[in-house]
């Protein structure tokens, strides 16, 4: 198999930003733009924004994620929301394991193994997050550590389920600070994680998984980082704020 058969997915991550109405204004903003491109493209909202967001672009090509889900299927987990309450609203994806929840609110790759088998359980689809920080990588040890995370996220997984989850490779370091990482960085990482999923399934498999590249991802350095073989997508985040920048990413993405 190869790129061309994979699905390639553009997926916002709007993170905390935009009010209802915000939110509607840029979805009817990107909709028209998009309309035609033969990429799956998402927006990860928060939670607050979803049904403005399903609403918005019913029947549209967007696809609405979440930005977060918890693993329990219900009870006294204040402030949580469940698979289920994700799925009645109409959300197909959802961002687990970002940075950002692991930096700053104390996410493991045990709670990503958890919430990753509770979205599949509720037929959601993943975008599992996995990246070094800037000192791991300056101590060469990106490899290991990415291996780590994919062996400890995707724990317990059938093949089956792994297909229906996308990776997302943000290097830690690249998130919101400008830096991106060269189209050569994230393809050589983007083709370790391959390597790490035929090694823990098959090659069939592994061929079969969208991987996403994220951090600084913009409209200017778009078109070299998804034109390589093992970039099947991106995750967006400031860049995805913007309706034109957006499309230059998806557009890039159909050509990609
Ligand atoms: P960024 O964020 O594009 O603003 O670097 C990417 C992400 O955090 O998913």
Redesign the pocket.
């Known amino acids: 198999m190869k790129k061309s058969v994979r699905k390639a997915i553009i997926a916002g ?1 709007w ?1 905390m930003n935009k009010t209802r109405p915000e939110a509607k204004a840029l979805l009817e903003e990107i909709k028209p733009l998009v309309a035609n491109a033969d990429v799956e493209v998402v927006a990860c909202v928060p939670f607050t924004n979803l049904e403005t967001a399903i609403a918005a672009t019913e029947g549209s090509n967007i696809k609405i994620g979440a930005e977060n889900v918890h693993f329990e299927k219900s009870g006294a987990y204040t402030g949580e929301i469940s698979a289920d309450m994700l799925v009645e609203l109409g959300v197909e994806y959802v961002v687990i394991g ?3 929840r692991r930096q700053y609110f104390a996410e493991t790759d045990e709670t990503v193994n958890k919430r990753t088998k509770a979205a599949l359980a509720a037929g959601l689809k993943p975008i599992v ?1 996995v990246g070094e920080l800037l000192w791991e990588r300056e101590c060469s040890i990106t490899e290991e550590v990415i291996a780590r995370q994919i062996k400890l996220d995707l724990y317990d997984i059938p093949a089956e389920d792994v297909k229906k989850t996308v990776i ?1 490779y ?1 290097p830690v370091w ?4 400008g830096k991106t990482a060269t189209a050569d960085q994230a393809e050589e990482v983007c083709a370790l994680i391959r390597a790490t999923l035929a090694k823990l399934y098959d090659e069939e498999t592994a061929q079969a998984v969208t991987i996403q590249y ?4 913009n409209a200017g350095n778009c078109a070299e980082l998804l034109s390589k073989e093992n970039v099947d997508g991106g ?5 995805s704020l913007k309706a034109a920048d957006f499309n230059t990413i998806v557009q890039a993405a159909v050509n990609g």
Do not use: P, Q, R, V
């Open positions: 991550n993170k970002h940075s950002e997050c997302a943000e690249a998130i919101g600070t994220g951090g600084s991802m995750l967006i985040g400031g860049a």
